[in-house]
């Protein structure tokens, strides 16, 4: 079990780091225009094996961390380039570990929202998430959640970003 764990966050690191690798106006030119990927979100067995792996070995940097009430990180954004995250989440009994969501930002959430209302897809109502970003849901065929999001100003996302040097 611990090897499938590694193998799928070695996987999840190999596509942040393909993202990383590719050009990004060649990724843009798709039928999709205004859809971009943002983060890929896990839920980590080991949640500090899985930080050091990604910082340390991987050589991603910490953009932002979530504490709950007692200071245990709830989520980390970890900074592939300037607009795309692996997201990481410790796991718990309701959420195993494994892959948790794929982050796509449309270029216009509420008419990407209408425009996929209009072909019978059920989509959440847009709420404003813990990193003070808004974001919905949809489910697709193979029961994949795929998180649509807009940044808000002060979102923690577009403070690091922003701040990507």
Known sequence: MRTLIRSFLLFAGGIG???FLMQPGAAQQNQNPGLRLNHVGI?????DESMRFYTKTVGLREAFTIKDKDGKPTLTYLQIN???FLELAPATAERPAGLSHIGIWPEDLSATVAALRQRG?????PR???TKTTITNVIDPNGVRLELLDFLP????????D???
């Open 17 to 19: 780091f393909g993202v």
């Open 43 to 47: 839920y980590a067995k080991d949640y």
């Open 82 to 84: 300037r607009d795309t």
């Open 121 to 125: 897809v059920k989509v959440d109502d």
């Open 128 to 130: 404003t998430g813990s």
């Open 154 to 161: 002060e979102s923690l996302p577009r403070k690091a970003m």
């Open 163 to 165: 701040a990507w040097k």
